[in-house]
């Protein structure tokens, strides 16, 4: 069963406006959220993470916003960049067992000039 | 500043022949990780080493061995490889196993399984 959920497979925004991924989770035990940026041909890159004692974590244009309650985490990416064009992976763990990341099956972002 | 490194990047096999992926990380982390990806789908978990001198299976273990070789190295073994075990896999390594310690991955290797 997918624990872990992007229900959106693509998402199209333009230069210098807000980008926003969406991840639902069902595992009420998890407790620790990443996000990872990968581009074709290349490995995942860690882009930010987000601890369940927090409804919010910033890193320059990047930003999750976790909402518990609802089982749902969102990346916003403001302002979005061409460079930005990718697909996102959502993944979220128990913290005492981070070996075992849950990953959603992605979100391909295209960011138009 | 290599990361962590796979090789080979591409390989195709004939059903029932044998290979190792190899993976190696210069960043002094004590846990590594085989992922494998298939289409339209997320990462899954093969195998893991929490740290040197330990393996434990993961979501996808069957048809794959693992070999912590020391703690930089971290081989995945096809013992007879199947068509569907055709992937791409990644590997990836972190300073430990809790969950504010994010995973780092290589580039990946291209397996296919004719």
């Known amino acids: 069963d997918q624990q872990v959920k992007q229900n959106s497979p693509s998402l199209s925004v333009q230069e210098g406006r807000i980008s926003i991924l969406n991840c639902d989770y069902t595992?009420?035990?998890?407790?620790?959220f990443l996000w990872y940026k990968k581009y074709p041909a290349e490995g995942p890159t860690f882009l930010i993470s987000?601890?369940?004692?927090?409804d919010k974590n910033e890193d320059g244009r990047f930003t999750v916003f976790l909402n518990k309650s609802a089982k749902h985490l969102s990346l916003h990416i403001v302002p979005s960049q061409p460079g930005d064009s990718a697909v996102y992976f959502c993944?979220?763990?128990?913290?005492?067992?981070?070996?075992?990341?849950?990953f959603g099956k992605g979100t391909s972002l295209l960011v138009t000039p | 500043n290599a990361g962590v490194t796979q090789t080979p990047k591409f390989q195709v096999l004939k059903t029932g022949q044998s290979m190792t992926l190899q993976c190696a990380q210069d960043?002094?982390?004590?846990?590594m990780y085989w992922y494998r990806q298939d289409p339209g789908m997320g990462l899954r978990l093969i195998y893991y080493?929490?740290?040197?001198?330990?393996?434990d299976k993961g979501e996808v273990p069957n048809g794959y061995n693992v070999s912590r070789l020391n703690k930089r190295e971290f081989s995945l073994r096809l013992e007879s490889a199947a068509p569907s075990q055709t992937s791409v896999y990644f590997c990836?390594?972190?300073?430990?196993?809790?969950?504010?310690?994010?995973?780092?991955f290589g580039d990946g290797t291209r397996l296919s399984i004719l």
């Open positions: 990836a390594s972190s300073v430990g196993v809790r969950g504010n310690q994010p995973q780092h």
């Open positions: 080493s929490a740290s040197e001198g330990t393996t």
């Open positions: 960043m002094n982390h004590n846990s």
């Open positions: 987000i601890s369940s004692i927090k």
């Open positions: 993944a979220a763990s128990k913290s005492n067992s981070g070996y075992a990341l849950n």
């Open positions: 595992n009420s035990m998890f407790d620790y």
